[in-house]
Structure formats: C-alpha cells, structure tokens
C-alpha cells in the first residue's frame, strides 16, 4: 500500500496537473482523513514551463529501505516504511530532465486491526 500511495502521490503529470499538490491530492484514497487536510492545504505549486513543452509526467521509482536502527517498530495501528525515492521528469516526446533522489519516511495508520491501513504522515529527505 505504502508504495502505491508514494507512486501516486509524487506522479506529477504537466498534462492535467498545476503542481505536486494536485498529485498528492489524487492519492486521498490512501490518506488518512487528517492528512488529507494538510495536503490541502499545502500552497500551490506550479510544473515548470520547459515541462510542459514537452508534456512531460514525474516518472517514480522506489526501493524499500532496510529499517534504521531506532525506528519505531510497527503496531497493531500503526507502521513505519522507509523508501528511496528517485523521480525523473519525463516527457511524452523523449526528453528527460535532470533526476532527483530522496528517502522518504512514511507513517501509516489504522483504526483498528481489521481496518485498511492509510498514510498518516510523510517527510522527504532530499538527497543534496
């Protein structure tokens, strides 16, 4: 689940998208309630002209990350997954942008033990 949230939260497309935001928006049905409210209300952001020239999308990759030594260990309601994330604006005519690497550290949530686990909160470290 984590890893479907990630893809498509940070899938930006310059075709149907302002920014970020607006993919981070998409991935609601991953969130949990509350941190769907601050993705909202993160301030807008804007796909870069050149981007949109070529009608370019932020292509995702991810490779699980081994726990750190000291990360919390998951619980009935709630989990911790670490990834590294590397993103490649990619147009639709060939044009590739410059890469961009990161680790991510996502929480994740659930009411009860039954229910669907959600993202509750994300942080990236960008790498640089």
């Given at each position: 689940?984590?890893?479907?949230?990630l893809?498509?939260?940070?899938?930006?497309?310059?075709?149907?998208?302002?920014?970020?935001?607006?993919?981070r928006l998409?991935?609601?049905?991953?969130?949990?309630?509350?941190?769907?409210?601050?993705?909202?209300g993160?301030?807008e952001?804007?796909?870069?002209?050149?981007?949109?020239?070529?009608?370019?999308?932020?292509?995702?990759?991810?490779r699980?990350?081994?726990?750190?030594?000291?990360?919390?260990?998951?619980?009935?309601?709630?989990?911790?997954?670490?990834?590294?994330?590397?993103?490649?604006p990619t147009?639709?005519?060939?044009w590739?942008?410059?890469?961009s690497a990161?680790?991510?550290?996502?929480?994740l949530?659930?009411s009860?033990?039954?229910?669907?686990?959600?993202?509750?909160d994300?942080?990236?470290?960008?790498?640089?």
């Amino acid at each position: 689940m984590s890893r479907a949230a990630l893809t498509v939260m940070y899938t930006v497309d310059s075709t149907v998208d302002t920014g970020l935001r607006d993919a981070r928006l998409r991935a609601a049905g991953y969130l949990t309630s509350g941190y769907t409210t601050v993705v909202e209300g993160e301030p807008e952001q804007y796909v870069p002209e050149e981007w949109r020239r070529h009608r370019a999308y932020l292509a995702v990759r991810l490779r699980p990350l081994v726990r750190e030594t000291g990360a919390p260990h998951d619980r009935r309601t709630a989990a911790y997954r670490q990834w590294e994330m590397t993103t490649v604006p990619t147009g639709r005519d060939r044009w590739r942008g410059s890469s961009s690497a990161s680790v991510v550290f996502m929480s994740l949530a659930r009411s009860s033990e039954r229910a669907p686990w959600r993202v509750s909160d994300v942080t990236v470290a960008d790498d640089g």
